[in-house]
C-alpha cells in the first residue's frame, strides 16, 4: 500500500521558489520524524531537512537560510519549501519516515 505521496516537483529557473508536499497514508504519522532527502545525478543521497513530531526542524547546511521544512498532523502532510533554488538543487527529492520512502518528485532547477 502507498504510505508517501511526493508533489509539487518541476522545472524552475534559478532564484526561483518551488514547495514540496508528502502526504501520508500513515497510521501512526503524528509520532514519526519525517525527512526530506535528495539525489542529485551522479551523487550520493543525502538529507535536506528533518522535522520531529514535535515540530523541531533541522537543516543541511547547504540549505539553511533557503528550505524550510513544515509538517500538519492533523493532515498527515510534510511540507518542503525551497527559496533561492540553484542548479545544485536538482535532484529527486523523496519523503521519508517511519521506515518508509517515497517514490520522490523531481526537481530541476535550470536557465
Known amino acids: 500500500q502507498v504510505q508517501l505521496v511526493e508533489s509539487g516537483g518541476g522545472l524552475v529557473q534559478p532564484g526561483g521558489s518551488l514547495r514540496l508536499l508528502c502526504q501520508s497514508s500513515?497510521?501512526?504519522?503524528?509520532?514519526?520524524?519525517m525527512a526530506w532527502w535528495r539525489q542529485a545525478p551522479g551523487k550520493q543521497r543525502e538529507v535536506v531537512a528533518h522535522?520531529?513530531?514535535?515540530?523541531?526542524?533541522t537543516y543541511e547546511d547547504s540549505v539553511k537560510g533557503r528550505f524550510t521544512i513544515s509538517r500538519d498532523n492533523a493532515q498527515k502532510t510534510v511540507s518542503l519549501q525551497m527559496n533561492s533554488l540553484t542548479p545544485e538543487d536538482t535532484a529527486v527529492y523523496s519523503c521519508?519516515?517511519?521506515?518508509?520512502w517515497g517514490e520522490g518528485t523531481l526537481v530541476t532547477v535550470s536557465a
Open positions: 521519508v519516515g517511519g521506515g518508509v
Open positions: 500513515q497510521r501512526f504519522f503524528s509520532i514519526n520524524t
Open positions: 522535522i520531529t513530531s514535535f515540530g523541531d526542524p
